[in-house]
Structure formats: C-alpha cells, structure tokens
C-alpha cells in the first residue's frame, strides 16, 4: 500500500496536467498534415491519440465532479492508495519500451476524420476542467470518495483515479511526442 502527502500529490498532478495543456497549446503550431501522420496504417497520428483522451476525459470529468459534488467525507492529509487502483496508475506510467494495450472499440479513434482545431481545443478545455477538479479535491478525502471507471464494477479511489487518468494521459503525450520526432 502507498500513502502520499494529499497536497503535494494534487500539486505532482496539476504540473503533469499544465504540461499536458502546453504541449497541446504548441500543436496549434503544426499543420493538420503533420498532426496526423501516422508511422503505420495501424498505429495512431498525434490527433488521434488526443481524441483518445478526450474520449475519455468525457467519462472521467463528469465522474470526478459527480463524485467530489456528493461527498460529505472530511478532507484528509494523507491518502491511502489501494491495491488495485495503485496498479492500474503504475501500469499507465510511461516507460522506456512501451507497450501497446488494447483500447475499448468506444475509446478507439482510429480512421476518424479529425478536425485539428476541434481535437486541441476540446483536449485544452478537458485538461483545464481536469485542473478544476484538483483544486476542488484539496478539501476532499481522496481514500474515501470511491469513482466508478471505464471497467464495469470497478471503483478506484480518487486519489488513483487521478493518478490513473493523469498518467494516462502523460503516456499518449509521450507517444504524440515520439510520433512527431
């Protein structure tokens, strides 16, 4: 089991999110061409691995807010990660040698037609809500409050979820990096 300090891990993962908004911001600089080259016919352009995110951002914002709105839990100074919820942040951390995961067909935009504009904005506008919910989750109890994921049945904590969503994300910012090289 881990046990972080609350604020100095809300504050780990606003820097992670306001880079994750910069980087976007930079994109506004590349042409559409250049956002969506792809390596392979298989593998993702940068659009497309924003889309991802954005897709999930979708379920995981409104789920976040949805659940620090209801909580009445009493704000805490250290949160507790669980088993499952550590593991599944650890995994989506970026390494060396990625590998690929399967994604749900739901979550999936490959082949889409991606307007550029439309992809940054609606990603900058997700990461800034995303900013929001780590400010509002400084008063929360990130053990207590419990969010549902994208697995049926599954709740994470959400101290993991963030770390989950945020390191997520840091991985397909990583792979929109390593595309654009």
């Not at 061409?33 to 392979?40: D, V």
């Not at 807010?65 to 209801?70: A, G, L, M, N, P």
Request: contains cysteine.
């Amino acid at each position: 089991m881990s046990f972080f300090n609350t604020k100095e891990l809300l504050s780990e993962l606003k820097q992670l999110v306001i880079s994750h908004i910069n980087y976007a911001e930079s994109l506004k600089n590349n042409t559409s061409e250049e956002l969506q080259y792809k390596k392979t016919a298989k593998s993702w352009s940068v659009l497309e691995c924003l889309e991802h995110l954005n897709l999930y951002a979708e379920f995981y914002n409104n789920e976040i807010r949805k659940r620090i709105e209801k909580s009445k839990h009493q704000k805490s100074i250290v949160f507790k990660s669980g088993y499952l919820g550590n593991k599944f942040a650890l995994e989506m951390l970026p390494k060396e040698r990625m590998k690929t995961m399967n994604t749900f067909k739901s979550k999936n935009p490959i082949y889409s037609k991606l307007d550029k504009k439309v992809v940054l904005e609606r990603f900058i506008i997700f990461q800034k809500e995303l900013l929001e919910l780590l400010e509002l989750a400084e008063n929360k109890n990130l053990t207590k409050i419990k969010t549902a994921i994208t697995l049926p049945l599954l709740k994470f904590r959400l101290g993991d979820t963030f770390r989950f969503v945020i390191n997520h994300n840091q991985r397909h910012i990583v792979q929109a990096k390593n595309i654009c090289k």
